[in-house]
């Protein structure tokens, strides 16, 4: 990391050393605002400090899922991954619950230093803001992006037993039925979910939600026959479908996955253009010095392209992505322009 000069030491040399006996009453006028100068350029030197002996205490990673799903597994792949460079512990704090705004919500309000990160996904970012009318967190303002470090591709799955083969048949039996088929999702405003109201705003189709908590039960009960359809990521669905228990008809990728490789595309099997992920990246509070920023942006880039960790991500069906700070900020916010125009065209509120 490029060290930078403590700022504030050479300000404050420059300033005289005050008298000791009591100042002339005219000339206090004058001291004042020299003291209060002072003080600025004393507190504009800590951010520079801080971030020049960065870090120098283990790192919370706060993990807005349960631990042991595919979100937890890419925290724990990539702390693991930075630790040596680092020199310094990355712990992993799952905090799960109400579609990550309880991990957002911490994170947003911890202290700017450096010392705190979050996975901040679709939900967080892009859908959040226009589902709920009020959040404890601002996805504009109260965090610095790092970078992005995942995507979770998407596959349209059929029930065994749902009457059609193929991506088009499924798309023709709810254009003939409609509101008859339904789909499951892990809960209403998931990437799941939305990329299901955009398959239907663009088949012109209608089909019925329901929502579960979690991504389980809505498997289970897709297995078992109890819903038909579902966006279902590989990570979560890959070993279903290569065991037939689940019938892939389209991945919501721009090609074929490699993982499942005679699973056609979502666009090729008929929905020109159509795309869709969860995807994953690292913030920080707001205010965190961009020197510690860059260096977290530059490991994890570093560990995203280690084989090792390609390796773990593909054994779990997850794409390593990387980029630039910049980068992972322009995604999220055409993201968040993209689903939240669709979630206000469809009504979608979890309120």
């Known amino acids: 990391m490029t060290r930078l000069a403590p700022r504030g030491d050479a300000a404050v040399s420059a300033f005289p050393a005050f008298p000791a006996f009591p100042a002339p009453r005219f000339l206090l006028g004058r001291a004042l605002p020299l003291l209060a100068l002072l003080a600025l350029v004393l507190a504009a030197g800590q951010p520079a400090r801080a971030a020049d002996n960065w870090p120098s205490q283990p790192l919370r990673w706060v993990v807005p899922y349960p631990a042991g799903g595919g979100t937890d597994v890419v925290a724990r792949t990539l702390g693991q991954a930075i630790t040596p460079a680092l020199g310094q512990q990355v712990v992993i704090d799952n905090r799960p619950g109400a579609a990550t705004i309880v991990g957002a919500d911490a994170v947003a309000h911890a202290r700017p230093d450096g010392y705190t990160l979050l996975t901040a996904d679709t939900a967080t970012l892009a859908a959040n803001p226009a589902l709920y009318k009020k959040l404890p967190y601002n996805a504009d303002k109260d965090f610095v992006h790092v970078g992005m470090v995942a995507r979770f591709p998407l596959i349209l799955v059929a029930t065994p037993n749902f009457p059609a083969r193929t991506l088009k048949e ?43 908590k979690g991504a389980a039960p809505a498997v289970q009960d897709l297995l078992a026959g109890q819903v038909d359809l579902m966006f279902l ?64 942006n530059a490991e994890l880039v570093k560990a995203l392209g280690s084989p090792d960790v390609q390796k773990r991500f593909e054994g779990i069906g997850v794409e390593p992505v990387s980029g630039t700070p910049e980068e992972f900020a322009q995604y999220a916010r055409a993201e968040s322009e993209r689903w939240g125009k669709l979630i206000k065209a469809k009504g979608i509120t979890v309120d």
């Open 170 to 212: 499924a798309v023709e039996y709810a254009q003939k039925n409609p509101g008859k088929v339904n789909f499951a999702s892990p809960g209403a405003g998931s990437p799941h979910h939305l990329a299901m109201e955009l398959f239907m705003d663009q088949t012109r189709t209608k089909m019925t939600h329901v929502p579960y």
């Open 233 to 296: 990521d590989l990570a979560a669905g890959q070993q279903n479908i290569v065991a037939g228990k689940v019938r892939a008809l389209g991945a919501a990728t721009p090609r074929r996955l490699a993982a499942l490789p005679a699973v056609p595309t979502v666009a090729e099997a008929g929905v020109p253009g159509f795309e869709a992920y969860a995807w994953q990246g690292v913030v920080a509070p707001a205010g965190t010095p961009r020197p510690v920023v860059a260096r977290l």
